[in-house]
């Protein structure tokens, strides 16, 4: 079975259904990270600051040291990723480190964005609706199985 990363924001409350959808579909999605809710990171910087720690110090600290390693590990053992827009800072290095690493990346609009961006060319697919993201998701692993290229 396919493993996806879905990458999102922890304040959308879409990453859930849409991951719901592509088990439906037969994929092993990992979206456990959007359990620790919508404040999660915004508690760790409250915390942090508390401590009177800067972010330099805050990122390498035990807790966000484990954080990442957690999603490092799910991103490392995933066959591909999809982003689901909006997505923050996060998200967008997750895609990128996941395209750095040759693996299928999708990207789910729900909407025309305000701001044109060349830049998603990078993603194996862009797509502006949950069923023709699975389309592409299929199209593009059925490929790879035989013997296509990701190519741009």
């Not at 957690?70 to 480190?97: C, N, Q, R, T």
């Not at 909407?111 to 949950?130: H, I, K, N, S, W």
Request: with cysteine; glycine share 12%.
């Amino acid at each position: 079975m396919l493993k996806l990363y879905l990458i999102g924001s922890l304040r959308n409350p879409e990453v859930p259904l849409v991951g719901n959808r592509l088990r439906e579909e037969g994929y092993d999605v990992f979206d456990d990270w959007h359990a620790a809710g919508p404040e999660a990171d915004d508690c760790w910087q409250k915390y942090e600051q508390a401590r009177g720690r800067h972010y330099g110090d805050a990122l390498y600290g035990p807790a966000a040291v484990n954080i990442f390693q957690f999603d490092y590990k799910h991103l490392m053992e995933s066959d591909g990723a999809v982003l689901i827009l909006p997505a923050g800072k996060s998200g967008h290095l997750e895609l990128g480190f996941m395209v750095g690493q040759g693996k299928p990346t999708f990207v789910l609009f729900h909407e025309e964005p305000e701001r044109f961006d060349v830049m998603y060319q990078f993603a194996t697919g862009v797509y502006f609706g949950l069923d023709h993201l699975i389309a592409g998701v299929q199209t593009t692993f059925a490929s790879l199985r035989e013997g296509g290229s990701r190519g741009y």
